[in-house]
C-alpha cells in the first residue's frame, strides 16, 4: 500500500505497511480500486453530458464513493466490493445511454474497460495495481498536482453527499467532479493544466459550501450564539459524532419522551446553535473534545455511542458493543445501522447506566455563523474603527494526534486582548474552552461551526471588506490553518481560487506537494508553514 492523503501520514512521506489512521492494506488497496474504477464513470459520464445524458443517481454515488475514500470514513473492506461493482455497472448503463444519444461510447482508457474481479481477494490483488505510486504520470509536479486534485475532489464530495442529503445539489459540482475524474485517467495535460484545474476544484468547492450552508440553515435556521454545558446530566444517555446534520435530527426525533439524554462529540459541538435541533429538550450538551482523543472519551461514555461520517478511529475493547457506524462510515464486526433506524442504539443506551450525577462544568459558546456575525456588523465596524479591534485571526481547521499542534493552543492565549479569534472546525478543541473575554460585549473568541461551515467564515470576510471597501487581502484578518484531510485540503483549493494571500499552514505541509508546487503556491500566494505563536504574532502584528 501508499497512502498519503492525510497530515499524519508516516515519517511525513507515506504509510506503506499500515495506515497511521489504522487502515489495512487490504482497504487501502479496494479504496484505490475504487478511485479508478469511479475514473472509468468519469469518462463516460462527461462524454455524456456532452450529447445532454445526465444521471443524477450516478452523479450522487460518486459522491458517496469518493466519501467512502476519506481518512477515517470506511475501515470495512467487504463495503467497497459493492461499490467497486456499482461504479462499473454505472459505467456501462451510462455508456449505452451515450451511444443511443449519438456520442462517443468507446474508448481507449483502460480504465472504461476495466472488469473488477468476482472476488474480494481478486479486487484486492487488482486494486494493488492501481495505488498512487502505479500513476501513470511520471513528472513529479504534475502527479503532484494530479493528487493535490483528487484529494481536493474527495473533499468536495463529502460537502456535496451532507448538502444533498439534506435536498439541496447543484449540476455544475457533478459535472466538475465526472470532468476531473476523467482527468485523471490522462497523461496528455500540461503543469498548466493542472495548476487550473486545482485552482477550479476551489472554485467548485466555493459552490459546494454555499449549496451546504443553504441546505443547513434552510432546514434547520441559522445558528445563533448559544451555551453549551460541558457537565452531563443525570439520565441515560447517546453520544453522536461525525458531522451529519439530519442523523442527529433522526436520532433526537427517536428519542423524544424516552428519557435519554442527547450529546455533541467532536464535530457536532456547533449543531446546538440551529434553532430547530435546540428546540429539542433532551439535546443537552457536548461531551468530550476531538476526534483523536476518542479512544478514552468513549471508554468513559455510559451510554451508546454513534459515528456519522468520518473521524472514526480503530474502536477499543471497552465500547466496541456500545459503538455504532451508519451512513458512509465503518469498521469490521461494528454493528451498522441504515436509512435513519437508530432503534439499535436507542435500545443499547436504555441498557446501559447512564451518568449517576449532574456534573457541573464550564460552558462553551456557539452559533456565531454568518448571520449571526453579521448582524452586529455594525458595531464590529465601529470597533475596529474606533481601534479598539486590532486585528482579527482565523484559526481553524482540523485537530489531530501529530505534535506540534499545541501551537494552536498558545496561540490564540497569546492573541493580544484588543485582537478577536474566529474558529471553525475540530481544531477549536486545542482552545474552545478558554475564556477570552469580550471587547465592549462582542465575545473575542467566536465559534463560526464545523469544517462544513467554512463558507461562513468566507462570507465574514466577503462582507468585511465590502464593508470598509477595501479587497480580504487588506482587511486586518489573517489566516492559520491546520490540516488533517482531505476537506481541508479542498477549503485550502477555495481560498487559494479566492486569491486569499499569507495564509499560515500547519502543523506540517502537504507530503503530496513536490517542492516546486510549493515553490509556486509561495510565489503566488504567499502561503507558508508556522513557525512559533511569537514569530508569527511579531511578523502579523508588527
Same mark, same amino acid.
Given at each position: 500500500m501508499f497512502c498519503y492523503q492525510c497530515e499524519q501520514t508516516a515519517k511525513g512521506e507515506g504509510c506503506e505497511k499500515i495506515g497511521v489512521c489504522g487502515k489495512q492494506p487490504?482497504?487501502?488497496?479496494?479504496?484505490?480500486?475504487?478511485?479508478?474504477?469511479?475514473?472509468?464513470?468519469?469518462?463516460?459520464?462527461?462524454?455524456?453530458? &456532452?450529447?445532454?445524458?445526465?444521471?443524477?443517481?450516478? #452523479?450522487?454515488?460518486?459522491?458517496?464513493?469518493?466519501?467512502?475514500?476519506?481518512?477515517?470514513? #470506511?475501515f470495512d473492506p467487504e463495503r467497497f466490493k459493492p461499490l467497486i461493482e456499482q461504479a462499473v455497472k454505472y459505467r456501462e448503463e451510462v455508456r449505452s445511454?451515450?451511444?443511443?444519444?449519438?456520442?462517443?461510447?468507446?474508448?481507449?482508457?483502460?480504465?472504461?474497460?476495466?472488469?473488477?474481479?468476482?472476488?474480494?481477494?481478486?479486487?484486492?490483488?487488482?486494486?494493488?495495481?492501481?495505488?498512487?505510486?502505479?500513476? &501513470?504520470?511520471t513528472d513529479t509536479d504534475k502527479r503532484s498536482l494530479k493528487h493535490t486534485l483528487l484529494f481536493g475532489l474527495k473533499g468536495i464530495s463529502a460537502y456535496a453527499d451532507h448538502a444533498r442529503i439534506l435536498g439541496q445539489t447543484d449540476d455544475s459540482i457533478y459535472a466538475f467532479l465526472h470532468e476531473s475524474m476523467a482527468a485523471l485517467a490522462r497523461t496528455d495535460l500540461s503543469l498548466e493544466d493542472w495548476l487550473s484545474l486545482v485552482l477550479r476544484c476551489g472554485e467548485a468547492n466555493l459552490k459546494t459550501m454555499e449549496i451546504l450552508d443553504k441546505a443547513n440553515t434552510g432546514a434547520y435556521g441559522d445558528p445563533v450564539p448559544t451555551e453549551v454545558p460541558l457537565g452531563p446530566k443525570k439520565g441515560k444517555a447517546i453520544l453522536i459524532s461525525g458531522h451529519d446534520l439530519k442523523d442527529l435530527e433522526d436520532l433526537l426525533k427517536q428519542t423524544e419522551g424516552k428519557g435519554i439524554n442527547i450529546y455533541t462529540h467532536g464535530?457536532?459541538?456547533?449543531?446546538?446553535?440551529?434553532?430547530?435541533?435546540?428546540?429539542?429538550?433532551?439535546?443537552?450538551?457536548?461531551?468530550?473534545t476531538a476526534w483523536q482523543n476518542q479512544h478514552k472519551e468513549f471508554s468513559a461514555f455510559p451510554g451508546a455511542i454513534l459515528m456519522t461520517t468520518n473521524c472514526l478511529m480503530r474502536p477499543q475493547?471497552?465500547?466496541?458493543?456500545?459503538?455504532?457506524?451508519?451512513?458512509?462510515?465503518?469498521?469490521?464486526?461494528?454493528?451498522?445501522?441504515?436509512?435513519?433506524?437508530?432503534?439499535?442504539?436507542?435500545e443499547k443506551a436504555l441498557e446501559m447506566p447512564g451518568f449517576t450525577e449532574d456534573v457541573q462544568d464550564k460552558t462553551v459558546m456557539v452559533g456565531f455563523g454568518h448571520n449571526a456575525v453579521m448582524s452586529v456588523a455594525d458595531k464590529v465596524i465601529d470597533l475596529v474603527k474606533s481601534k479598539k479591534i486590532r486585528h482579527f485571526f482565523l484559526v481553524a481547521g482540523c485537530d489531530g494526534a501529530k505534535p506540534g499542534r499545541n501551537y494552536y493552543t498558545e496561540f490564540v492565549e497569546k492573541v493580544p486582548k484588543d485582537c478577536v479569534v474566529m474558529t471553525?472546525?475540530?481544531?477549536?478543541?486545542?482552545?474552545? #474552552?478558554?475564556?477570552?473575554?469580550?471587547?465592549?460585549?462582542?465575545?473575542?473568541?467566536?465559534?463560526?461551526?464545523?469544517?462544513?461551515?467554512?463558507?461562513?467564515?468566507?462570507?465574514?470576510?466577503v462582507a468585511l471588506s465590502k464593508a470598509f471597501g477595501v479587497g480580504v487581502n487588506?482587511?486586518?484578518?489573517?489566516?492559520?490553518?491546520?490540516?488533517?484531510?482531505?476537506?481541508?485540503?479542498?477549503?485550502?483549493?477555495?481560498?487559494?481560487?479566492?486569491?486569499?494571500?499569507?495564509?499560515?499552514?500547519?502543523?506540517?505541509?502537504?507530503?503530496?506537494?513536490?517542492?516546486?508546487?510549493?515553490?509556486?503556491?509561495?510565489?503566488?500566494?504567499?502561503?507558508?508553514?508556522?513557525?512559533?505563536p511569537d514569530e508569527d504574532l511579531k511578523a502579523i502584528l508588527g
Open positions: 487490504d482497504v487501502a488497496a479496494l479504496q484505490d480500486l475504487l478511485v479508478h474504477a469511479l475514473q472509468g464513470l468519469g469518462i463516460v459520464a462527461h462524454e455524456g453530458r &456532452k450529447v445532454g445524458v445526465k444521471r443524477a443517481d450516478a #452523479d450522487a454515488f460518486v459522491c458517496e464513493a469518493l466519501f467512502s475514500t476519506l481518512t477515517n470514513v #470506511d445511454e451515450v451511444k443511443a444519444a449519438g456520442g462517443a461510447a468507446e474508448f481507449d482508457a483502460p480504465e472504461t474497460n476495466f472488469e473488477p474481479a468476482p472476488s474480494l481477494d481478486g479486487m484486492i490483488r487488482q486494486g494493488e495495481e492501481h495505488g498512487l505510486l502505479n500513476d &501513470k504520470e464535530e457536532m459541538l456547533p449543531t446546538h446553535g440551529y434553532p430547530k435541533l435546540k428546540a429539542y429538550p433532551h439535546f443537552y450538551g457536548h461531551y468530550g475493547e471497552k465500547y466496541r458493543d456500545n459503538l455504532f457506524t451508519t451512513g458512509l462510515v465503518g469498521w469490521p464486526e461494528i454493528k451498522h445501522v441504515k436509512n435513519g433506524d437508530f432503534g439499535p442504539v436507542v471553525l472546525a475540530c481544531g477549536k478543541f486545542r482552545f474552545f #474552552d478558554k475564556d477570552l473575554g469580550d471587547i465592549e460585549g462582542l465575545p473575542r473568541l467566536l465559534d463560526i461551526g464545523q469544517c462544513n461551515d467554512s463558507y461562513s467564515a468566507i462570507q465574514i470576510a487588506e482587511l486586518p484578518l489573517s489566516m492559520i490553518l491546520s490540516w488533517y484531510e482531505q476537506k481541508a485540503v479542498a477549503i485550502l483549493l477555495t481560498l487559494l481560487y479566492l486569491g486569499i494571500q499569507d495564509i499560515r499552514l500547519g502543523p506540517s505541509l502537504p507530503a503530496f506537494t513536490s517542492p516546486n508546487v510549493l515553490q509556486v503556491l509561495v510565489d503566488k500566494f504567499n502561503i507558508k508553514p508556522i513557525t512559533t
